[in-house]
T-cell receptor, first 113, second 113 residues
Framework: GEDVEQSLFLSVREGDSSVINCTYT??????LYWYKQEPGAGLQLLTY?????DMKQDQRLTVLLNKKDKHLSLRIADTQTGDSAIYFC?????????????FGKGTKLSVIP | DAGVTQSPTHLIKTRGQQVTLRCSPK?????VSWYQQALGQGPQFIFQ???????QRGNFPDRFSGHQFPNYSSELNVNALLLGDSALYLC????????????FGSGTQLSVL
């Protein structure tokens, strides 16, 4: 079955880099996503990567995908206090037109000023 | 360009009642998915609608039903509410032919007393 695992907490100092890790189990996943959720809010799409890519960079965000180990990471460079939030990793099921995502429980990122 | 909009933002119901939640997708999107997010958990997939039909369904009972209208907006109905149905209900929209982007609304917080 599908399962997505993330560590629950991460604490970093302002200006440092944050690395949030995720493992998934469905080898047929098509896309993998990172979403950000602030208190009382919905999910904000940060970035996503197609399963045949190894890396994707978007400004301060770098996503690395190790398909062999089913490991996904999100690196946030120069972490700011506004980055404090819960970050969710999600995998998308294979199948044409499917938008069924399986989410991890989220990693709470705390940025210390 | 409005993003995904959901209404109402908050709702309080009692056990046994029925509830209807509404979602308008992002402009240009034709596919709507619904997710349930319990406190401290990641979102769980309920179902997906495309061309006014339910295309995929997660592990939710028949008390959860939905509808998609010709203008692509959608409703989620929950009958015979249980205390355990208390959660944040998130709507997500996408385009069937897109490269994978899935955008979420801010959600409806449902409390069942």
């Amino acid at each position: 079955g599908e399962d997505v695992e993330q560590s629950l907490f991460l604490s970093v100092r302002e200006g440092d880099s944050s690395v949030i890790n995720c493992t998934y189990t469905d080898s047929s996943s098509t896309y993998l996503y990172w979403y950000k959720q602030e208190p009382g809010a919905g999910l904000q799409l940060l970035t996503y990567i197609f399963s045949n890519m190894d890396m994707k960079q978007d400004q301060r965000l770098t996503v690395l995908l190790n398909k062999k180990d089913k490991h996904l990471s999100l690196r946030i460079a120069d972490t700011q206090t506004g980055d404090s939030a819960i970050y969710f990793c999600a995998e998308r099921a294979s199948g044409a037109g499917s938008y069924q995502l399986t989410f991890g429980k989220g990693t709470k990122l705390s940025v210390i000023p | 360009d409005a993003g995904v909009t959901q209404s109402p933002t908050h709702l309080i119901k009692t056990r046994g009642q029925q509830v209807t939640l509404r979602c308008s997708p992002k402009s240009g999107h034709d596919t709507v998915s619904w997710y349930q997010q319990a406190l401290g958990q990641g979102p769980q997939f309920i179902f997906q609608y495309y061309e006014e039909e339910e295309r995929q369904r997660g592990n939710f009972p028949d008390r959860f039903s939905g509808h998609q209208f010709p203008n692509y907006s959608s409703e989620l109905n929950v009958n015979a509410l249980l205390l355990g149905d208390s959660a944040l209900y998130l709507c997500a929209s996408s385009h069937q032919q897109s490269s994978g982007k899935l955008f979420f609304g801010s959600g409806t917080q449902l409390s069942v007393l």
